[in-house]
């Protein structure tokens, strides 16, 4: 066994910590533009649906 074995363990779970570290930065740097169009979806007028009564309603 090397000496870097015992470790193996530590450095993958340092890893998977700071990927998981990299997607918050990237999500919360996104937030704002993903906030901004879903306010422009909401005010699209051809997003709205126009609701209308049928004869037997």
Not at 16 to 34: E, F, H
């Amino acid at each position: 066994m090397t000496k870097l074995s015992p470790y193996i363990n530590e450095i993958v779970s340092f890893i998977v910590m700071l990927l998981m570290l990299v997607a918050l930065v990237a999500a919360q740097a996104n937030a704002g533009d993903i906030r901004l169009a879903a306010l422009n979806a909401a005010d699209d007028e051809g997003a709205r649906i126009s609701h209308f009564r049928l004869e037997d309603e």
